[in-house]
Each structure stands twice: as structure tokens, then as C-alpha cells.
């Protein structure tokens, strides 16, 4: 009998297992695939570690810049695969260690649940007073016949770049996967259905990032009618000029993602989204008593963090606390160059506050000329959303994020100093500019 029991070791799920473990709960965990779920896998962290090299890749180009003199580098999709392959073997040896440490049973099998507080692991029949299920998602299939695609799951087993590459989808996936491609030196093509990319971003986002990476073609507003061909495959789209085919060596399919639910758990009858993920309440119970749910396969707010977070949550809970989880401050970022971030939501009738990269010291000593930061607050001085588009905006978000949770105003959000020079003060700066104070902005 445990305590807790969970079906996936994604981040959501380990960390719900090493977490519920430290606070004395008997915990046991089954994963039919490798620890750490797609993101440490197929997802996150192969991405920025290829995103990792390619930007070191480019800043050596440009040494020159930097007065070092360098001879021409090369860049091996074979050898980014290899350094993928340590880092995330060095972190699932880590993640084991975490659940053997903790005193957590591992299942590495497929996991059926019975009932709510019976569950079926490779032969083996368990009983646990409370489930939770994070089994995670998979890349989304497009909605008509096609050939095989690539999809996201696929290109980090890649020894080899194409020569042209068509992504379908211009969201968080696609823009990152046609920053990391372009860069290995393929003709990208992007095709997004809604009017721009990355349509959760500012708009001087999605903007500025079409101009930044003038080597990729973006076509918005477009509709993908039919895909034909085994390689090179021929793509007719509807584009706002009218009709088109594109051809291409591969496609990439970056459509989102959709929910995979463990065996069993339908027949139990839990209240489902439209897109299949299971529906929670505020402390990540499903409507089924004792039977909690975190991470993508909820169908919501699919990032590793929020699922570490949605975690903490439920274990809470389990544990008779009274912790909710809220997603209405939950970070977006995305890993292009220059980095992307926001946090907080509608500022439809705010006031704002703007400062460029450009005119930050900090960013002169690192020869970078691209992105801003905008700062916006409500009629109350209230900061209500801020979005960064720099370098480290990953990061930077994070101090952003802390502010819009507390609901701090403009001014307690610059009462502390800024460090300089830093890529903090672009922040400052912008927020003073709400105000009309900044000394920096002409």
C-alpha cells in the first residue's frame, strides 16, 4: 500500500514522487520510458543544448567583432547529437538517483489503472490512497492524410541537416526549431495559420523576430491543404497571395501537442477538456476523489515548470494543505536569438513603458543591437504584463514573474537598485519610462 502513487516521471511526476517522499510519504513511481519525460528526453533540454552551441557557434563567427581573430569554425549536427546524448544521460542518472535516494519504488513498465486506488504495473497489482497521473503528450498529428513527418520527437536522433526544411507552425516549437535549423545552414520555411508568429508574445515580438532572422521564410495566415511526395515532399498551401506548393526535402510538424492518458483511466469516467487532457480543480485533483493529474496531460499550460509547480500543488494537498495553483502568472519563454519571455496577461488599456537592447551598456560590451522590454501597468500604477525580448530574457523573466504575482506597482518594482551594467536595467529603464523618467531614453 502507498501513499502516493504516480504514472509518469516527467518533471511533473518526479518531482510530485521526490517531493511527497521528503514530506514521509510511502511513494511509487512507473515509467514505461526514460526519467524526465519528453522534456528531458525529446523536448527541453535537447533543444537548448543544441541552441546552446549554435549561438557559441555564431558568436565565434563574429570574434572579430570582440577584437579576437579566429580561424572559420564548423558546426556538426552529428557532434551536437553526441554532446546531447551526455547531458541528457549525466541528468536521468541524475533524476534516478533523486528517486533511489528518496526511498521511491521505480516501475519502469506500462502502468494501467484498475480503479482509483488500484493500479496494474507489468503484472504486478498495487493499491495506493492517492494517484496521480503525468503521462505527459505527444506531438499533435495534422488533421488530413499525410506521408510521414518529422516531428519534434524525431530531429535530435539527426546526424545530418537537410537542405530545406518546411515547419509547420510558427508557435514556441516552431520558431525555436527554425532558429536551430537555419542556423545548420537549411533553407527554413515556416507556415503559421493565425496572422503572425508567436501570437502569445507582443507583437513587437513576433515582429522583430521576422526581421531578425531575414534567412527564414515566414508565411502567416496560411492554410496547409495537402503534403504529397516521399522526399522531397510537395506542400499546397493557401496563403493570403493566394495559392501556392512549396517543396522541400523534409517537414517538420509543430502543430502542439495532445494528451496521453494512461491505460484505464477513461473507463473510470473523469471529466475531460475538448483536446482530451484531463480536467483539475485548483489543488490538480481530477473529478475523481484522490486521482490528481499534472503537467500536459491535463491539456493545459503544457511547460515543464508548471508542472514541477502543479506538483508541489497536489502533493500539498495529499499532505492536507491548502495550496492552489494559479496559471495566471505562469512564464512563456522562448529560445531564439535574441531570447524571448513574458509574463501576466491582457494589458488592453494599460499604459506602457518601452526601452531598447540597444542603448543598454551592458548589451554594447556583448555587441548586441536586437530587442526591448516593455513594461505594462493598469490604471493604479499596477504592473499587469511585461515582456522581454533579449539576450538571457529566460532568465531575466524570472525577477518579472515575481512581481506581476505580487501585484507590485511600478514604483516598488524600481525601489530596489540595478545593478550595472546589466541586462536587469532594461527593466529599470522601462518601467521609469512608464513613469516618464527614464535618463537613458531620449
Known amino acids: 500500500m502507498y ?21 514521509g510519504l510511502r511513494v511509487g513511481i512507473a515509467e514505461k520510458q526514460a526519467l524526465g519525460g519528453v522534456c528531458t528526453n525529446r523536448g527541453c533540454i535537447p533543444a537548448k543544448a543544441y541552441i546552446e552551441s549554435i549561438n557559441l557557434y555564431k558568436r565565434i563567427r563574429n570574434a572579430s567583432r570582440f577584437g579576437i581573430e579566429v580561424g572559420q569554425p564548423a558546426i556538426s549536427l552529428a557532434a551536437l547529437a553526441k554532446r546531447k546524448e551526455r547531458i541528457v544521460s549525466r541528468l536521468v542518472k541524475g533524476i ?119 534567412e527564414v521564410d515566414f508565411i502567416t495566415g496560411a492554410r496547409v491543404c495537402a503534403i504529397d511526395g516521399a522526399g522531397p515532399h510537395r506542400v499546397s498551401v493557401e496563403a493570403p497571395d493566394g495559392a501556392r506548393t512549396l ?30 487532457g484531463l480536467k483539475v480543480d485548483e489543488y490538480m485533483q481530477t473529478t475523481l476523489p484522490h486521482v490528481y493529474a499534472v503537467g500536459d496531460v491535463t491539456g493545459a499550460h503544457m511547460f515543464a515548470y508548471a508542472a514541477s509547480k502543479a506538483a508541489e500543488v497536489a502533493v500539498d494537498h495529499v499532505t492536507g494543505g491548502d495550496k492552489r495553483m494559479s496559471f495566471e502568472n505562469i512564464p512563456s519563454i522562448v529560445f531564439t536569438d535574441p531570447e524571448i519571455a513574458s509574463v501576466g496577461g491582457a494589458y488592453d488599456g494599460c499604459s506602457k513603458g518601452t526601452f531598447p537592447v540597444a542603448a543598454l551598456g551592458r548589451a554594447r560590451t556583448m555587441e548586441v543591437n536586437e530587442g526591448f522590454a516593455n513594461v505594462y501597468a493598469d490604471a493604479n500604477g499596477r504592473l499587469k504584463r511585461i ?53 537613458h531614453k531620449a
Open 387 to 439: 515582456s522581454i525580448m533579449a539576450p538571457h530574457a529566460t532568465e531575466l523573466i524570472a525577477w518579472a514573474g515575481l512581481a506581476i504575482d505580487l501585484n507590485l506597482s511600478v514604483e516598488e518594482f524600481l525601489h530596489p537598485p540595478y545593478t550595472h551594467p546589466t541586462l536587469s536595467e532594461i527593466l529599470k529603464e522601462a518601467a521609469e519610462d512608464l513613469l516618464g523618467v527614464s535618463v
Open 3 to 23: 501513499d502516493l502513487f504516480i504514472i509518469g516521471a516527467g518533471p511533473g511526476g518526479y518531482s510530485a514522487a521526490v517531493l511527497a517522499a521528503k514530506k
Open 96 to 214: 534516478e538517483l533523486l528517486l533511489k535516494n528518496s526511498a521511491v519504488d521505480l516501475y519502469p513498465a506500462t502502468a494501467e489503472i484498475v480503479s482509483p486506488h488500484t493500479i496494474r504495473v507489468g503484472g504486478t497489482t498495487i493499491e495506493t490512497a492517492n494517484l496521480l497521473i503525468a503521462t505527459g503528450s505527444i506531438p499533435r498529428p495534422l488533421p488530413f492524410p499525410a506521408p510521414k513527418l518529422w516531428t519534434s520527437d524525431d530531429v535530435f536522433a539527426l546526424e545530418k541537416a537537410p537542405a530545406s526544411l518546411i515547419i509547420i507552425g510558427g508557435g514556441v516549437i516552431g520558431c525555436e526549431m527554425a532558429h536551430i535549423f537555419s542556423s545548420l545552414g537549411a533553407k527554413v520555411t515556416v507556415i503559421e495559420a493565425l496572422d503572425r508568429v508567436l501570437a502569445s508574445e507582443d507583437r513587437e515580438a513576433s515582429s522583430a523576430l521576422v526581421k531578425i532572422m531575414r
Open 247 to 276: 517543396e522541400a526535402e523534409h517537414i517538420l510538424a509543430c502543430i502542439g501537442r495532445t494528451p496521453v492518458l494512461p491505460p484505464g483511466v477513461k473507463e473510470l469516467g473523469p471529466d475531460l477538456r475538448e483536446n482530451g
